[in-house]
């Protein structure tokens, strides 16, 4: 069964940074020989869930135009872990986080898209003051 479980989620003033952690656990075949397509995802009470960034099995990295140029999104592949580094946050970003992942995944039509996922995490809260 895959597990996807985020933290790092916190309280932070605005212009400051966290990272978020996404472990990834679970799968039936050797992740050293086969890819997986990957994102963070952000929601607010009484909103939708936006995608925020996607990394895909060739490495290809998609940006929200809200955070591209202040947020990272990055993986270590040995220990499966999923990163998100989110600098100059703004009151805005307030939100819970979730990762998510679509195993052995080599590209998705729309990387920002929840169908294109199949495992999602419980979400981790990023509150952001001014």
């Known amino acids: 069964q895959v597990q996807v479980e985020e933290s790092g989620g916190g309280s932070v003033q605005g212009g400051g940074s966290l990272r978020l952690s996404c472990s990834l656990s679970?799968?039936?075949?050797?992740?050293?020989?086969?890819?997986?397509?990957e994102a963070w995802f952000r929601q607010v009470p009484g909103k939708a869930r936006e995608g925020v960034a996607a990394?895909?099995?060739?490495?290809?990295?998609s940006y929200a135009d809200s955070v591209r140029g202040r947020f990272t999104i990055s993986q270590d592949k040995i220990n499966h872990i999923l990163f998100l580094q989110m600098d100059d946050l703004k009151v805005e970003d307030t939100a819970t986080y979730y990762c998510?992942?679509?195993?052995?995944?080599?590209?998705?039509?729309?990387?920002?898209?929840?169908?294109?996922?199949?495992?999602w995490g419980q979400g981790t809260l990023v509150t952001v003051s001014s």
């Open positions: 679970g799968f039936n075949y050797d992740r050293t020989r086969a890819t997986n397509c």
């Open positions: 990394l895909d099995g060739w490495g290809r990295i």
């Open positions: 998510a992942t679509r195993p052995a995944c080599i590209q998705v039509g729309r990387p920002m898209a929840q169908a294109e996922y199949k495992y």
